[in-house]
Nanobody, 118 residues
Framework: QVQLVESGGGLVQAGGSLRLSCAASASGSIFRLAAMDWYRQAPGKQREFVATIDSSGNTNYADSVKGRFTMSRDNSKNTVYLQMNSLKPEDTAVYYC??????????WGQGTQVTVSS
């Protein structure tokens, strides 16, 4: 069983920055071969894709965050990060990380709240 724990959320003014972390309690090989995603869910809205990173470190982003958010991974720490710059009020949401294992299993974290004030 894999557990994911997000951290780093909080309250920030528009234009500010936050860095989210997602630590996985998985074996090194499971994490190293996994693709990791960040999603977010704003109040009253569906959960939406934010960013992804594959096992080779290739990344892809939603158009709404491209150029402002950067996803990275540290396989030595079983952790992925989401650096969020130039934050906007519309970035306010609960942010979730997701692990997609090489074998096809999917795990979600419990989420961390990000609130951007105008």
């Amino acid at each position: 069983q894999v557990q994911l724990v997000e951290s780093g959320g909080g309250l920030v003014q528009a234009g500010g920055s936050l860095r989210l972390s997602c630590a996985a309690s998985a074996s090194g090989s499971i994490f190293r071969l996994a693709a990791m995603d960040w999603y977010r869910q704003a109040p009253g809205k569906q959960r939406e894709f934010v960013a992804t990173i594959d096992s080779s470190g290739n990344t892809n982003y939603a158009d709404s965050v491209k150029g402002r958010f950067t996803m990275s991974r540290d396989n030595s720490k079983n952790t992925v990060y989401l650096q969020m710059n130039s934050l906007k009020p519309e970035d306010t949401a609960v942010y979730y990380c997701k692990l997609r294992s090489f074998g096809g299993s999917v795990y979600w974290g419990q989420g961390t709240q990000v609130t951007v004030s105008s």
